[in-house]
């Protein structure tokens, strides 16, 4: 074989070689490689590149092909890179991240409560047919200026990497103010300092309502162990509470609150 037709043969060999490892590489997108979405990406670049190089070869310099087979070589090209970049594209659609689920409110055992003097709490799990979705019921009875909440404590991974809390929440009765805090884990001292938001009045609804907070929304409470404009790090909570206080504008009274799941958003 001369030294012409085997550089031929080798450059048709690349060319169909480069082509497959480019097929395949796209295939296993869908199973994933190693499971390492970057060494995918980095894999099937180079392949492409490689198949590209190889064919623009194999059609405009490559000796002893027809030009039947020419043509066919860069139909094929231009049919891979269309399918090749529209794959590409889907790189930077990326789906949103799920919710993580810090409690389902499928068991009250992880809660406890805390009121204030005078004020009456009680809570039970529900499911609420309405949503489909599984709740903590609060029955509350409020005098003017007292609170009640249920608080439970969580791991320290269980909002990291997170961006902001969520939950929903449902209400009839007396309208009062809604409290959702964050607890700092303890100092040296066991100090933990509170982190706080509050939406007044909003405890009597007519249908469920969905908040989602970002940390940087979390007031400090000045007096726990925090200063004003300070914003706490979802890995360093260690407590989460959820009350309802009587405050300025509110009605003293009974009322019900259901609390839906609670979520971390990515």
Known sequence: MSRENLTDTLIKLSGVLGFFTALV???LQISGWLHDPETLHMVSGVAFAVYFGCTLWFAFKAQHVSLRWRWISLAVLYAA????FTWVGTWL???AAKPIVVDDM???SVWSIAKHTGALLTIHRV???ENETHAIQLDYTLAKGSWVAMYREISSAALAGTRAVGFSFKG???PNTLEFKLFRKP???GKSAIFGVLWNSVTNTDDWRYVEVPYSLF??????GCKPGEVIRPEDVWKIDIAISNRDHDTPGQGTLLVGPIVGIP
Do not use: K, N
């Open 187 to 189: 100092d040296q001292h």
């Open 81 to 84: 890179t269309i399918f090749y």
């Open 106 to 108: 499928t068991g009250i």
């Open 93 to 95: 659609v990326a789906p």
């Open 25 to 27: 590489s796209f295939v």
């Open 127 to 129: 499911t609420d047919p």
């Open 172 to 174: 009839s009765g007396a």
């Open 219 to 224: 007031v400090c409470w000045l007096g726990t």
